[in-house]
């Protein structure tokens, strides 16, 4: 797995954990780094997931706009924690991140919500992510 798709996933973490917990995302990204900083060899993953987070905060009212839009009839406190989470990743690279490709944005949110969500999470995940995808 790359150091990307990890950093993916502990993003997917942090941005879960404040969703379910109903915790400020600062809060639970403190806690993360105070874990990060005792574990050097993951310093790679750990700042983009820094990044996508730090991107999700800062872009989120848009994000949030982007994935309602596109999502056909479904409101973002009716999705599955972890689909939300997902797409708000996904969303913040297709939209803020020049530095990754498009498809490769889709691909990985598709394989994050086939592995950890619904056995529907992935369609949905891809249908939202291709029709934003085409309107950005």
């Not at 800062?58 to 997902?86: G, Y």
């Amino acid at each position: 797995m790359s150091a990307r798709s990890k950093a993916r996933k502990r993003a997917l973490d942090i941005l879960f954990a404040a969703d379910v917990r109903d915790e400020d995302i600062a809060t639970t990204l403190a806690a993360a780094a105070k874990r990060a900083a005792s574990e050097p060899a993951r310093e790679a993953s750990w700042l983009y997931a820094r990044e996508i987070v730090d991107g999700v905060v800062d872009h989120r009212d848009e994000i949030d706009e982007q994935i309602t839009t596109h999502s056909r009839d479904w409101r973002l406190e009716r999705m599955p924690a972890v689909d939300r989470a997902v797409l708000r990743i996904a969303a913040w690279e297709i939209l803020f991140n020049e530095q990754v490709p498009t498809a490769v944005a889709i691909d990985e949110a598709v394989e994050l919500a086939k592995e950890l969500s619904t056995d529907e999470s992935g369609a949905f995940v891809h249908g939202v992510l291709a029709r934003l995808a085409r309107a950005a």
